[in-house]
Each structure stands twice: as C-alpha cells, then as structure tokens.
C-alpha cells in the first residue's frame, strides 16, 4: 500500500479517536436519509430504461426561489457541467436568480468531481472555507452533488467533519432538486438522497446554458466497461442511451437558436445504441443524421478504442460538420498494463484503429488521455507508453498519475512504485507531449484556419480568441462583433499551447470550410 491509499484507507474507515462521541451513521441513514452504496452501484440489471417527458415543477414548490440566489461550483468533466446546466434551469423554473459571488448566495451548490483524490480533496477544501460565509450567512444553504456524493465513504466524511452541509443528492436523482431543497429548507438534519441505481431517463429537464456559441448534448449516461481503475461507472451507473429522435430534436433546436458547436457527451460514447432492444442504431448512425443539420461543428467526446467502429470512422469521413480530431484515451502503451487495467485492446489493436481513422480522414488530430504509475508499472512499461505516444504522434494529452478509488479493483493492487518514481514518469512523458503540441502548432504557422470566436482573450480585453475546428486556441486582433461568428485567421505566430493570428474575413458558406 502506498502513502495515498494509506492516507485514503484511513479517510473510508474513520477509526474512532478515544475523544470522539459514538454516532451510529447507519441509523441515521435508515431513518433520514437514502444513503449511497458502492457495491449496490456496481450491479447491472436488465431491466428496461423507460423514458419519461413529464418533469413538471409542483404546484408545491412554485415561486420557492423567488427573491433568493444561487451559486453552483462545477468540478471536473462536461458532464458534469452539463449537468450544473440543469440544475440551473431548474433553479430558474423556481424562481431562483444566479449569482455570481458566492459569499451572497442563499444556496450554494458544488458539483464534484470522483475521479482521482486531488479532485476530491480541492472540494473538502472548499467545504472548509464556505464555513465562514455560513458562519456570516447562517440563512445560507450549502450542498454537495456529483459523482462524489455517490460514494458512502465521502458522505460518511460529510457528516462527520462538514456538518455545516445541509443537502447531498447524486448524479441520478438532480431532477428531484426542488423535493431536495424543500427537505433541506424544513430539516434541521442534513438531508441525503443518493440513488445507488440509476433511474429513468428524463427528456424535458430544463437547462440554463452556459453562453449561446457551444452547447453540450448528452447522448448516452453511465458506463459499463468497469476499467479496474476508474470510479465512473459507480458513480454513473449502467450505460443508457438517449433515444436518437431526442437528440437529433434537440440539435436541431440548438442550430435553429444560432449556436455554431455541439459538442456530443457520453462517457463512453461509443457504446451509444447497444442498450437499445428495438432498433440497432449505433453512434456512426446517429453522427450521420447530425451531419445533415445546418449548424457548422459537432463533435464528441470521448470515445473508447474498443467500440469504436469502421461504420462509424466510415460517417466520420464523410467531414462537413463532423470535425477532424477525435479524443481517443489509450491510457497505456504496453499490452500488460492495458490487461490490468482491463481496457480489452491491445496496443497493436489500437495502433491499427489509429492507422483505420488516418487513412479514412486525411489530416485528422488526435488526442489522449494517459495514467502513468499504474500499480507495478516497469520502467520499460512506461517507456511502451512514450513509444505509442509517438508513433500515433498525438497533438495533445491529458496525462495524470494513477489515484487509487476506493472500491474499485486497482485500490486493492499491491503497488511497488514509488511516488516519486510516478512523478518523474509524468513529467518525462509531460516533455514528450509539449514537444508535439509544440510542433503541431508550429506546423501552422503562415496558414489560414477557421476559428469559432468565443469571447475575448483571458489575458487582453482588445484580443478575440476562438477555437479552430481541431480544437486549438487562436488570438487576434478584431472588432468584438465577430464574437459568435465564424472567421478565418492567418496564423502569424504558434507559442506553447496557442495560435496568434490576423484576421482575414467572416467565414461565409460556414459548412463547407473544413480546416
Ligand atoms: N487515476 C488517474 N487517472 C484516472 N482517470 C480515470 N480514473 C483515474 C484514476 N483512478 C483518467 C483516465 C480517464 C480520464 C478522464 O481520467 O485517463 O480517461
Ligand atoms: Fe472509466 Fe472511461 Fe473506462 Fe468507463 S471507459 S470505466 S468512464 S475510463
């Protein structure tokens, strides 16, 4: 065992200290509250998923948020900020307003994130300082949702040291937030609800989005390939898919309200359809039905090597709206450590899926996910991975050290590898990914690309920045009206993670430009 999972280990079984008064949690669950249980979210039934439109708020519960405000604090992936996006929309329906400084807030919200321990300690961290504003503002409402609400080891940790917190609900149940809140308003006790097994699928949720130039649809939730790693199919539950008439509805709307993005979202989004018992439609299938509606980029994320079809490579050469960078985790180069990690592909299977996606989309860019450290990984293991990375020559990765989850198999591996053995990893494997981002921006200079303006930039009010179809950040000088629009750029300059530009023109037939 090492010092991170000793120190997590410690966390889950809270042993008593001799000054500590006895509290029987498991009373208090029964009682109260709907409590979360790993081993229960780890099930597969076969039960059929039944789709509902009738989210409706209750006459009950109407004008509740009238006069009060709402902080919510996203961690983490796209789904979750999909999901702070329904959660604002119901929040609006109940009359709620958005605030923006959280010490004024009458709720605050933090959407949390489970899937490695830094994630999970910078939302203790911030469960300790909102004390403060509560000790201000007794009147405020503090909750915890998201994938770490799924997890009894956190929710035990909740009640025991954040007792300041006064709703937790998970990633199944956020429709029932008007229930919730109205619990948390009347209870002196913090309220649980935490659905272990994931419910329904629910059409007509609302949703506050974030910005009118990209939007996020959900296309499936859950996944069921249980890498030993990994603490999402826990805490999302089994794969169901949304119904492809839904979506195709909802991207039409999107297109005709003007936005110029999706961005298509699932956890594992190549396994879209396999739940289906009535129709055999699979992702390929549905991004060919998308790349017909007028709206200039769609994209998804993130793929599994595994399911990843020759249908669906098939659709996505066909370009037009489809964009040419596909986000492709392998996680690990060397065949043994995928085994472990039961990925169920090969590097060999892999590099041929690389080599399927590259004849078939001329130019496409490719990115990834890696963890280095993986328990018992050999320097010549690791070295697989920095092998693999270029000989796909990835343009960019997210690269993390493995964090051990409670629950799931690897937390129980025997690990020889010394931290900073695993840091030493990820920063040699860190210099090999700026070296080929670097050269991929490189590569652009004196090119004219599309760029999607977003905003201004971080750094210069007077800058405009947007992204390009492959996803990389462009900086140019031009009037703010272009916010929105599609333009062409001339790359002058590539730095280490961006493009600078000059300006050329407004983007005019904006489906057929495929830069
Ligand atoms: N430790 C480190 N990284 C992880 N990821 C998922 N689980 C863990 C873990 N336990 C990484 C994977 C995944 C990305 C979203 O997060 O690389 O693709
Ligand atoms: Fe986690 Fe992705 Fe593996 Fe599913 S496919 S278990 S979300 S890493």
Same mark, same amino acid.
């Given at each position: 065992?090492?010092?991170e999972?000793?120190?997590?280990?410690?966390?889950?079984?809270?042993?008593?200290?001799?000054?500590e008064?006895?509290?029987?949690?498991?009373k208090?669950?029964?009682?109260v509250?709907?409590?979360p249980?790993?081993?229960?979210?780890k099930?597969?039934?076969?039960?059929e !998923?039944?789709?509902?439109?009738?989210?409706d !708020?209750?006459?009950e519960?109407?004008?509740?948020?009238?006069?009060r405000?709402?902080?919510?604090?996203?961690?983490?992936c796209?789904?979750n900020e999909?999901?702070?996006?329904?959660?604002?929309?119901?929040?609006?329906?109940l009359?709620?307003?958005?605030?923006?400084?959280?010490?004024?807030?009458?709720?605050?919200?933090?959407?949390?994130?489970?899937?490695?321990?830094?994630?999970?300690?910078?939302?203790?961290g911030?469960?300790?300082?909102l004390?403060?504003?509560?000790r201000?503002n007794?009147?405020?409402?503090i909750?915890?949702?998201?994938c770490?609400?799924?997890e009894?080891?956190v929710?035990?940790?909740?009640?025991k040291?954040?007792?300041?917190?006064?709703?937790?609900?998970?990633?199944?149940n956020i429709?029932?937030?008007?229930?919730?809140?109205?619990?948390?308003?009347?209870? @002196?006790?913090?309220?649980?609800?935490?659905?272990?097994?994931?419910?329904?699928?629910i059409?007509?949720?609302?949703k506050?989005?974030?910005?009118?130039?990209?939007?996020?649809v959900? !296309?499936?939730?859950?996944?069921?390939?249980?890498c030993?790693?990994?603490?999402?199919?826990?805490t999302?539950?089994k794969?169901?898919?949304?119904?492809?008439?839904?979506?195709?509805?909802?991207?039409?709307?999107?297109?005709?309200?003007?936005?110029?993005?999706?961005?298509?979202?699932?956890?594992?989004?190549?396994?879209?359809?396999?739940?289906?018992?009535?129709?055999n439609?699979?992702?390929?299938?549905l991004?060919?039905e998308?790349?017909?509606?007028?709206?200039p980029?769609?994209?998804?994320?993130?793929?599994?090597?595994?399911?990843?079809?020759?249908?669906?490579i098939?659709? #996505?050469?066909?370009?037009?709206n489809?964009?040419?960078?596909?986000?492709?985790?392998?996680?690990?180069?060397s065949?043994?450590?995928?085994?472990?990690?039961?990925?169920?592909?090969?590097?060999e299977?892999?590099?041929g899926?690389?080599?399927?996606?590259?004849?078939?989309?001329?130019?496409?860019t490719?990115?990834?996910?890696?963890?280095v450290?993986?328990?018992?990984?050999?320097?010549?293991?690791?070295?697989?991975?920095?092998?693999?990375?270029?000989?796909?020559?990835?343009?960019?990765?997210?690269?993390y050290?493995?964090?051990?989850?409670?629950?799931?198999?690897?937390? @129980?591996?025997?690990?020889?590898v010394?931290?900073?053995? @695993?840091?030493?990893?990820?920063?040699?494997?860190n210099?090999?990914?700026q070296?080929?981002?670097?050269k991929?921006?490189?590569?652009?200079?004196?090119?004219?690309?599309?760029?999607?303006?977003e905003?201004?930039s971080?750094?210069?009010?007077?800058?405009?920045?947007?992204?390009?179809?492959?996803?990389?950040?462009?900086?140019?000088?031009?009037?703010?009206? #272009?916010?929105?629009?599609?333009v062409?750029v001339?790359?002058?300059e590539?730095t280490?993670?961006?493009?600078?530009?000059?300006?050329?023109?407004?983007v005019?037939?904006?489906?057929?430009d495929?830069?």
């Open positions: 065992m090492n010092e999972q000793r120190l997590a280990s410690q966390q889950v079984n809270q042993p008593k200290t001799k000054n008064p006895e509290k029987d949690y498991s208090y669950f029964e009682k509250f709907t409590a249980s790993l081993k229960d979210a099930k597969r039934g076969k039960e !998923i039944k789709y509902h439109k009738d989210f !708020i209750a006459e519960f109407a004008g509740m948020g009238v006069g405000t709402f902080y919510i604090r996203t961690y983490g796209q789904m999909h999901d702070t996006e329904v959660m604002a929309g119901i929040f609006m329906q009359g709620y307003t958005a605030t923006d400084i959280i010490e004024e807030a009458d709720i605050v919200l933090l959407n949390t994130c489970a899937i490695r321990e830094n994630a999970e300690n910078k939302v203790f911030e469960l300790g300082f004390l403060k504003y509560k201000k007794p009147e405020m409402l909750g915890v949702c998201g770490m609400s799924q009894e080891s929710v035990n940790k909740i009640l040291t954040y007792p300041h917190v006064d709703m937790v609900f998970g990633t199944h429709h029932r937030l008007p229930n919730i809140l109205k619990e948390a308003y009347m209870s @002196k006790e913090m309220v649980i609800e935490v659905w272990s097994k994931e419910g329904d699928v059409e007509n949720l609302p506050s989005r974030n910005g009118s130039i990209k939007a996020w959900n !296309i499936m939730y859950g996944c069921d390939k249980f030993t790693y990994c603490i999402v199919p826990y999302r539950g794969e169901r898919s949304r119904r492809p008439e839904e979506i195709i509805q909802e991207v039409r709307e999107l297109a005709a309200a003007g936005y110029k993005e999706i961005m298509l979202l699932g956890q594992n989004v190549n396994a879209y359809g396999k739940d289906f018992e009535d129709i439609y699979r992702l390929g299938d991004m060919d998308l790349r017909k509606i007028d709206i980029r769609i994209r998804f994320t993130t793929s599994h090597p595994r399911d990843f079809d020759d249908q669906l098939e659709v #996505l050469a066909k370009g037009g489809l964009v040419e960078h596909i986000h492709l985790p392998v996680q690990s180069g065949n043994e450590v995928l085994k472990i990690m039961a990925r169920k592909y090969t590097r299977h892999f590099l899926l690389v080599d399927k996606i590259k004849a078939a989309i001329p130019g496409v490719l990115t990834t996910d890696i963890i450290g993986y328990p018992n990984e050999t320097e010549e293991q690791f070295e697989e991975t920095l092998s693999l990375y270029r000989e796909v020559g990835f343009e960019m990765a997210f690269t050290i493995y964090s051990p989850r409670e629950g799931t198999p690897a937390a @129980k591996m025997v690990d020889n010394p931290e900073d053995v @695993k840091k030493e990893r990820l920063h040699r494997l210099a090999v990914v070296e080929y981002s670097r991929a921006l490189a590569d652009l200079e004196g090119e004219i690309v599309e760029v999607l303006v905003g201004t971080k750094r210069r009010e007077d800058v405009l920045a947007g992204y390009t179809r492959k996803n990389r950040l462009v900086n140019f000088s031009a009037p703010k009206e #272009l916010i929105g629009q599609l062409k001339k790359v002058v590539a280490s993670y961006s493009l600078r530009g000059e300006f050329i023109e407004v005019k037939n904006e489906k057929v495929a830069k």
